[in-house]
Protein backbone atom coordinates (compact mmCIF):
# COMPACT_ATOMS: atom_id res chain seq x y z
CA UNK A 1 0.00 0.00 0.00
CA UNK A 2 1.37 3.55 -0.53
CA UNK A 3 2.01 6.01 1.96
CA UNK A 4 -0.22 9.14 1.26
CA UNK A 5 0.76 11.26 3.83
CA UNK A 6 2.24 13.49 1.19
CA UNK A 7 -1.21 14.37 0.47
CA UNK A 8 -2.38 15.20 3.34
CA UNK A 9 0.63 17.46 3.65
CA UNK A 10 -0.43 19.08 0.20
CA UNK A 11 -3.59 19.41 1.50
CA UNK A 12 -2.80 21.70 4.13
CA UNK A 13 -0.49 23.41 2.70
CA UNK A 14 -2.52 24.53 -0.54
CA UNK A 15 -5.52 25.38 2.01
CA UNK A 16 -2.98 27.70 4.16
CA UNK A 17 -1.58 29.57 1.45
CA UNK A 18 -5.07 29.74 -0.27
CA UNK A 19 -6.62 31.30 2.61
CA UNK A 20 -3.55 33.33 3.44
CA UNK A 21 -3.56 34.86 -0.60
CA UNK A 22 -7.45 35.40 0.20
CA UNK A 23 -6.86 37.21 3.52
CA UNK A 24 -4.65 39.67 1.54
CA UNK A 25 -6.60 40.52 -1.26
CA UNK A 26 -9.73 41.28 0.69
CA UNK A 27 -7.85 44.68 2.43
CA UNK A 28 -7.25 45.12 -1.40
CA UNK A 29 -10.93 44.98 -3.44
CA UNK A 30 -12.36 46.24 -0.36
CA UNK A 31 -9.93 49.16 1.58
CA UNK A 32 -12.92 51.29 2.76
CA UNK A 33 -14.58 48.42 4.81
CA UNK A 34 -12.42 46.12 7.81
CA UNK A 35 -13.87 42.66 7.24
CA UNK A 36 -13.02 39.35 8.67
CA UNK A 37 -13.17 36.32 6.26
CA UNK A 38 -15.45 34.82 8.37
CA UNK A 39 -17.58 38.16 8.26
CA UNK A 40 -17.05 37.58 4.05
CA UNK A 41 -18.40 33.87 4.78
CA UNK A 42 -21.47 35.22 6.68
CA UNK A 43 -22.35 37.62 3.88
CA UNK A 44 -21.79 35.04 1.34
CA UNK A 45 -24.41 32.21 3.03
CA UNK A 46 -26.85 34.81 3.46
CA UNK A 47 -26.33 35.84 -0.44
CA UNK A 48 -26.43 32.32 -1.77
CA UNK A 49 -28.43 30.52 0.38
CA UNK A 50 -30.34 32.34 2.56
CA UNK A 51 -28.57 30.02 5.33
CA UNK A 52 -29.83 30.71 9.30
CA UNK A 53 -27.79 31.77 11.88
CA UNK A 54 -27.95 28.05 12.90
CA UNK A 55 -27.09 26.69 9.62
CA UNK A 56 -24.45 28.83 9.52
CA UNK A 57 -22.91 28.01 12.15
CA UNK A 58 -23.10 24.67 11.79
CA UNK A 59 -21.38 25.01 8.18
CA UNK A 60 -18.32 27.16 9.32
CA UNK A 61 -18.08 24.48 12.82
CA UNK A 62 -18.37 27.63 15.04
CA UNK A 63 -20.67 27.93 17.99
CA UNK A 64 -23.84 30.02 17.51
CA UNK A 65 -22.74 32.57 20.00
CA UNK A 66 -20.14 33.51 17.24
CA UNK A 67 -22.06 33.98 14.26
CA UNK A 68 -24.29 36.22 16.65
CA UNK A 69 -21.09 38.48 16.48
CA UNK A 70 -20.02 38.45 13.42
CA UNK A 71 -24.16 39.33 12.65
CA UNK A 72 -23.88 41.99 15.33
CA UNK A 73 -20.88 43.43 13.55
CA UNK A 74 -22.18 43.65 9.72
CA UNK A 75 -25.18 44.87 11.38
CA UNK A 76 -23.44 47.93 12.83
CA UNK A 77 -21.53 48.49 9.59
CA UNK A 78 -24.82 48.56 7.81
CA UNK A 79 -24.10 45.23 5.49
CA UNK A 80 -26.72 42.98 6.80
CA UNK A 81 -30.08 43.33 8.29
CA UNK A 82 -32.22 41.15 10.80
CA UNK A 83 -35.83 40.97 10.10
CA UNK A 84 -38.94 39.14 10.89
CA UNK A 85 -38.90 35.79 9.23
CA UNK A 86 -41.91 35.81 6.89
CA UNK A 87 -43.14 32.11 7.90
CA UNK A 88 -42.10 32.23 11.52
CA UNK A 89 -42.35 34.43 14.03
CA UNK A 90 -40.27 33.01 16.52
CA UNK A 91 -36.55 33.04 13.60
CA UNK A 92 -34.75 35.88 12.31
CA UNK A 93 -33.94 36.35 8.64
CA UNK A 94 -30.95 37.31 7.70
CA UNK A 95 -30.47 40.28 4.60
CA UNK A 96 -27.64 41.80 3.02
CA UNK A 97 -28.16 45.50 2.49
CA UNK A 98 -27.22 46.77 -0.81
CA UNK A 99 -23.80 47.09 0.47
CA UNK A 100 -23.16 44.05 1.78
CA UNK A 101 -24.43 42.64 -1.50
CA UNK A 102 -21.91 44.52 -3.57
CA UNK A 103 -19.03 43.77 -0.84
CA UNK A 104 -19.36 40.07 -1.00
CA UNK A 105 -20.16 39.89 -4.92
CA UNK A 106 -16.91 42.26 -5.61
CA UNK A 107 -14.89 39.75 -2.90
CA UNK A 108 -15.94 36.94 -4.58
CA UNK A 109 -15.61 38.09 -8.50
CA UNK A 110 -11.75 39.28 -7.55
CA UNK A 111 -11.01 35.82 -5.97
CA UNK A 112 -12.70 34.17 -9.10
CA UNK A 113 -10.79 36.53 -11.64
CA UNK A 114 -7.20 36.05 -9.87
CA UNK A 115 -7.45 32.05 -9.87
CA UNK A 116 -9.12 31.93 -13.55
CA UNK A 117 -5.89 34.12 -14.41
CA UNK A 118 -3.60 31.95 -12.49
CA UNK A 119 -5.16 28.64 -14.54
CA UNK A 120 -4.86 30.25 -17.83
CA UNK A 121 -1.45 30.37 -17.36
CA UNK A 122 -0.99 26.71 -17.24
CA UNK A 123 -0.27 24.04 -19.61
CA UNK A 124 -4.00 22.35 -21.33
CA UNK A 125 -2.28 19.29 -19.44
CA UNK A 126 -2.34 20.86 -16.20
CA UNK A 127 -5.14 22.35 -16.14
CA UNK A 128 -7.34 19.07 -17.27
CA UNK A 129 -5.62 17.69 -13.93
CA UNK A 130 -5.99 20.60 -11.89
CA UNK A 131 -10.15 20.46 -13.15
CA UNK A 132 -9.86 16.18 -12.16
CA UNK A 133 -8.21 16.90 -9.10
CA UNK A 134 -10.55 19.25 -7.82
CA UNK A 135 -13.40 16.74 -8.24
CA UNK A 136 -11.61 14.26 -6.82
CA UNK A 137 -10.86 16.58 -3.63
CA UNK A 138 -14.39 17.99 -3.39
CA UNK A 139 -15.70 14.58 -3.38
CA UNK A 140 -13.24 13.70 -0.61
CA UNK A 141 -14.41 16.95 1.49
CA UNK A 142 -17.78 16.10 0.94
CA UNK A 143 -17.42 12.28 2.39
CA UNK A 144 -15.46 14.36 5.21
CA UNK A 145 -18.27 16.13 5.78
CA UNK A 146 -20.84 13.93 5.74
CA UNK A 147 -19.32 11.33 8.22
CA UNK A 148 -19.56 14.16 10.66
CA UNK A 149 -22.98 14.42 11.25
CA UNK A 150 -25.27 11.42 11.86
CA UNK A 151 -27.79 9.42 9.26
CA UNK A 152 -30.78 8.42 10.60
CA UNK A 153 -29.35 4.87 10.36
CA UNK A 154 -27.08 5.61 12.73
CA UNK A 155 -29.26 6.87 15.33
CA UNK A 156 -31.14 4.74 15.77
CA UNK A 157 -28.43 2.30 16.07
CA UNK A 158 -27.55 4.10 19.34
Same mark, same amino acid.
Given at each position: ?? /? $?????? =?????????? @???? %? &??????????????????????????????????????????????? /? $?????? =?????????? @???? %? &?????????????????????????????????????????????????????????????????
Amino acid at each position: MT /D $RSDDVR =LLFSAITHYR @RWQM %H &LIPMVVPDVEISFQQLNVLYLVRTSGASMAEMARMLGVAPTVITGLV /D $RLEARG =LIRREPHPSD @RRRI %H &LVLTERGTEISTQVEEAISSRIRAQVALLSETDQSHLHEGLGVFERLAITLEASIYPTPADEDAS
